[in-house]
């Protein structure tokens, strides 16, 4: 069966947490239903166009990685654990990464244009009050500036 969902894709925004897990766990459900594809995005900010670089421990590893490299390797393991968590989700199996540079919120939305995407998918930490106050919400900010739909998975009760 033909849908009008046929070689759309679903954009799950991540930042390597819990709570992007949960979103790509929930994006790939719904791309199941769908027969939509996923492309997992993660926006490397690095701000005033300065390099930025991750210190790393342990034996065998640089001192110094730039961000687009350590992100690299972010997308790499989280992608891989939750492959092997979830190996019926064929949507996760098949799932595109993304990495691009910027500020996070208007590279999620100018990515989705970009790439077409039917809906944006994001992971809440959940914040309230003062917290919420102090650091914001991406995923609100997305919420408000996105043309398409914006899904937002709140964290789940069992934390």
């Not at 001192?63 to 972010?74: K, P, T």
């Not at 500020?103 to 039917?118: D, F, G, L, N, S």
Request: hydrophobic share 45%; charged share 25%.
């Amino acid at each position: 069966m033909v849908t009008k969902w046929d070689n759309n894709i679903l954009l799950v925004a991540v930042d390597f947490t819990s709570y992007s897990e949960e979103a790509l766990i929930f994006a790939s459900e719904l791309a199941g239903c769908l027969n939509a594809r996923l492309l997992v995005l993660h926006v490397i900010h690095d701000p005033a166009e300065a390099p930025g670089f991750y210190a790393q421990k342990g034996k065998n590893k640089k001192f110094l990685q730039s961000m687009e490299e350590a992100a690299e390797e972010m997308m790499d393991e989280f992608l891989t654990k939750i492959r092997q968590t979830y190996p019926d989700q064929k949507p996760i199996q098949e799932a595109m990464p993304l990495l691009v540079v910027g500020t996070p919120v208007r590279r999620i939305v100018e990515i989705a244009e970009k790439e077409k995407a039917r809906m944006i998918i994001v992971g809440s930490h959940g914040r309230t009050g003062l917290s919420h106050l102090l650091v914001g919400s991406k995923a609100e900010r997305v919420v408000q500036l996105s043309p398409i739909p914006v899904t937002v998975v709140k964290a789940s009760m069992k934390r």
